[in-house]
């Protein structure tokens, strides 16, 4: 408690990270909103949505380290500074997107940056993080969804015309065309019922990339960082619990809207509950000292059983958050 305490006092310096944060602050800032409706080739286009997708990864770890290194007052004039010039590009009528897109990541960063510093485990630092994530991810999806979802619509409906005309010519049979048509109705149908979930976790996902390299960083630097567990030892906790039953309550019992808004919370969720339960597998995989061909073997095996390596996955990682199989929580300690 002295250290930090005498932390906090230290005048910051400021080295590499600090310009080289506020650089790319200014640059996502400008590729991300200056050039929107610019007419780009498309592989520019590609090029510059793969350059914003790393700026972001180092943004969170940026702004983790500036907000973990004391830059308090830099870091939000800086956020002041692209916030303003953001608006320059984005005017009244994106300035919403702008500033929800911007806050997803300057809050996130920030977040983990300030729980680190005050020595908080990494379940606290990520999950508050993730919330913080999460409330502008909505923020900034919520708007667009309509839009979004009609587009999808669109572009599905187009997809199956032409796969309707160009299978026969292929050498369809009409019932093997109308089977592949009907089958990718129901696909299409159910990504686009998820697709709420599936925006979301592309931002949570980016986040939890950025917050495993900021700790990756810092932990190998500060001795007082705890480091994340390896991946035999991620659990889900029990927490989640009461809204994942809310969720199957709203999609079992509810009217379409609750449905709806049930099985978002599910597909989320469950992914989570997924990772956790492919941890168990491969802990239990390793205590028993398989040889490698047999670990590949049985995710080779788990992969095409399709829905029933899923929800076994998913059970495994659900019931561990109470049960804790691997008594994790012990090994921890004894690793610090």
């Known amino acids: 408690m002295t250290a930090l305490v005498q932390k906090n006092q230290l005048v910051p310096k400021i080295g590499w990270e600090v310009y080289s ?10 590729l991300e909103f200056g050039i929107k409706g610019v007419a780009l080739p498309g592989i520019l286009i590609l090029g510059v949505s793969s350059i914003n997708y790393m700026l972001i990864l180092f943004l969170y770890v940026g702004i983790a380290l500036l907000a973990y290194q004391g830059h308090t007052w830099l870091l939000w004039g800086s956020a002041v500074l692209v916030y303003i010039i ?13 500033l ?21 485990t990494n379940q606290k630092v990520y999950t508050i993080g ?7 991810a909505l923020a900034l999806y ?17 997809m199956l015309a032409t796969a309707k005309t160009s299978m026969p010519t292929m050498g369809y049979s009409a019932e093997e065309t109308a089977t592949w048509i009907n089958g990718m109705n129901v696909s299409l149908a159910f990504v686009q019922r998820i697709f709420p979930a599936l925006l ?33 030892f991620w659990k889900m906790p029990f ?29 989320f969720l469950v992914v989570f509950y997924s990772i956790a339960g492919l941890s168990i597998i491969e802990y239990y995989l390793k205590k028993l000292k398989f040889p ?45």
């Not at 806050?103 to 510093?117: E, K, Y």
């Not at 919520?142 to 009609?150: E, H, I, W």
């Not at 709203?250 to 809207?257: A, H, I, N, V």
Request: aromatic share 16%; hydrophobic share 50%; glycine share 8%.
């Open 21 to 30: 944060t506020i650089f790319a602050m200014f640059l996502y800032t400008l």
């Open 86 to 98: 953001g608006y320059m590009f984005t005017g009244l009528d994106f300035a919403w997107t702008m």
């Open 100 to 120: 929800s897109q911007w806050s997803m990541i300057l809050f996130g960063g920030a977040v983990i940056g300030r729980l680190t510093l005050k020595q908080e």
């Open 130 to 136: 993730m919330v913080a994530v999460l409330l502008f």
């Open 142 to 158: 919520l708007p667009l969804l309509s839009k979004l979802t009609a587009g999808i619509a669109e572009a599905s409906a187009d």
């Open 200 to 232: 979301v976790l592309s931002a949570v996902f980016q986040y939890s990339i950025g917050y495993m390299i900021f700790n990756a960083f810092l932990s190998r630097k500060e001795s007082t960082v705890e480091s994340i567990p390896a991946f035999t």
């Open 239 to 267: 927490y989640p619990t009461p809204l994942l039953l809310g969720a199957a309550c709203l999609r079992f019992f509810g009217g379409e809207s609750l449905r709806l808004v049930g099985d978002n919370i599910l597909v």
């Open 292 to 336: 490698s061909y047999v670990k590949v073997s049985f995710y080779i095996l788990l992969f095409f059983t399709g829905h029933l390596g899923f929800v076994v996955a998913v059970f495994g990682g659900f019931i561990d958050s109470f049960k804790n199989f691997r008594k994790s929580d012990q090994l921890n300690l004894q690793n610090e």
